[in-house]
């Protein structure tokens, strides 16, 4: 890595762990091990390759998380589970101090099929990757530019059931607003053309360590 604007810079190619906290808690509840693509002040670009080994929160009897009634879904007890991602390959993309990180998912053949708007706190930064606590309300962008929101019932949901005060959901939504004058003006990362890129075919696909859960030092320059 080398040091730049107060933090080091991963060199592409490093492998590093995008992880989110659960929501109101310090306990890391998904990790992604990731490539970096790009790394500068202005942006992380991290790829997600077909297969990466993560871990991720299931009822504490094993069931998907999404197979538990809304109503309950945030309140019955969890664990986590190491799980293979199953589809295709993900570009995350996340600016330093936004709050979302845009994804591009692509369907077999690399035939583009939409970017995502993952609304979350912004990253936090350590040595071994980024951190950050998801927001649950996000956004779907089409190639025709088109928008919608996604996930408002689970929104709703976590604020009845306590996961965010009405400070928060406030944050929340503001953030999300900012994202749609983003989408309508059609600015970065929409119009950088990262529907066409493509990963290195050298790079191997990243191990999830032993400790994924490790507490997080934040980087320095």
């Not at 490539?35 to 991720?56: I, Y």
């Not at 799980?83 to 692509?106: D, I, Q, Y």
Request: aromatic share 12%; with cysteine.
């Amino acid at each position: 890595m080398t040091a730049s604007a107060g933090f080091r810079h991963w060199a592409p190619g490093e492998q590093i762990l995008w992880r989110y906290r659960g929501n109101g808690s310090v306990d890391v509840h998904i990790c992604r091990p990731v490539t970096v693509v790009r790394d500068t002040e202005e942006l992380l670009a991290v790829w997600m390759a077909p297969g990466t080994e993560c871990v991720k929160p299931v009822l504490a009897d094993g069931t998907p998380v999404h197979h538990e009634p809304l109503e309950t879904r945030y309140t019955v007890p969890r664990t986590t589970v190491r799980a293979h991602w199953s589809g295709t390959g993900v570009l995350k993309l996340a600016r330093p101090g936004e709050p979302w990180s845009v994804w591009l998912f692509w369907e077999p053949g690399w035939q583009f099929r939409n970017w995502y708007v993952n609304l979350e706190e912004p990253q936090f930064r350590w040595s071994g990757g980024v951190d950050s606590e998801d927001h649950f309300l996000d956004i779907a962008v089409q190639p025709d530019r088109s928008w919608r929101w996604l996930d408002e019932d689970e929104f709703a949901q976590a604020r009845a059931a306590g996961l965010m005060d009405a400070g928060l959901a406030r944050r929340v939504r503001a953030a999300g607003r900012d994202a749609v004058d983003v989408i309508s003006a059609w600015g970065a990362p929409y119009s950088d053309g990262w529907e066409d890129w493509r990963p290195d075919p050298r790079w191997p696909v990243p191990q999830l360590p032993a400790d994924w859960n490790r507490t997080p030092e934040r980087t320095s320059a």
